[in-house]
T-cell receptor, first 113, second 111 residues
Framework: DTGVSQDPRHKITKRGQNVTFRCDPI?????LYWYRQTLGQGPEFLTY????????KSRLLSDRFSAERPKGSFSTLEIQRTEQGDSAMYLC???????????FGPGTRLTVL | GENVEQHPSTLSVQEGDSAVIKCTYS??????FPWYKQELGKRPQLIID?????GEKKDQRIAVTLNKTAKHFSLHITETQPEDSAVYFC??????????FGTGTKLQVIP
């Protein structure tokens, strides 16, 4: 499968625990985006990278959230001290530098108990 | 920042009829307008997009129109089929930056 992949697909955690998600973009896509989607809503932008540089962060991304893309390939999104309000689907997307279209991964569904 | 509004939130049509979903955006700098289809439990998938230098684009049964002056854009699906049933999101973006999504339209095509 040459599409965007995300791991894990599901994560259940207890409030206060830290979680980390991984996204592998389509090969040679230099832009990588993170979104969060709650039930019945459209995806909301969190942050995006061009290669290893983080270019923009949403106000939604509190100091408990951190994202990295150390070598300009895969990316990780970490949530520290999870809260019940963090429960959502976390979607990753990638795009080539020469086109607008963003290709989405299957998402990681986070449930915070 | 950009704000995208989408109507209606739900839409039921008979198989074979047309469906229209309308969106407005606020930021005149937006120049790329994708439409995504999302089936239950699956990832959003791009079905059609339009850039600000084009007023209309068609791909088989799907068409999108853009009115830059009014900041309106619409999705038209003709000859609807049961497999068109899904949630549709309009969105707006500036030059490959973040995409701002609408709130979604749940389309039900009744056989």
């Amino acid at each position: 499968d040459t599409g965007v992949s995300q791991d894990p697909r599901h994560k259940i955690t207890k409030r206060g625990q830290n979680v980390t998600f991984r996204c592998d973009p389509i090969s040679e896509h230099n832009r990588l985006y993170w979104y969060r989607q709650t039930l019945g809503q459209g995806p909301e932008f969190l942050t995006y990278f061009q290669n290893e540089a983080q270019l923009e962060k949403s106000r939604l991304l509190s100091d408990r959230f951190s994202a990295e893309r150390p070598k300009g390939s895969f990316s990780t999104l970490e949530i520290q001290r999870t809260e019940q309000g963090d429960s959502a689907m976390y979607l990753c997307a990638s795009s080539p530098g020469t086109a607008d279209e963003q290709f989405f991964g299957p998402g990681t569904r986070l449930t915070v108990l | 920042g950009e704000n995208v509004e989408q109507h209606p939130s739900t839409l039921s049509v008979q198989e074979g009829d047309s469906a229209v979903i309308k969106c407005t955006y606020s930021d005149s700098a937006s120049n790329y307008f994708p439409w995504y289809k999302q089936e239950l439990g699956k990832r959003p998938q791009l079905i059609i997009d339009i850039r600000s230098n084009v007023g209309e684009k068609k791909d088989q049964r799907i068409a999108v129109t853009l009115n830059k002056t009014a900041k309106h854009f619409s999705l038209h699906i003709t000859e609807t089929q049961p497999e068109d049933s899904a949630v549709y999101f309009c969105a707006a973006s500036i030059e490959r930056e973040k995409v701002t999504f609408g709130t979604g339209t749940k389309l039900q095509v009744i056989p």
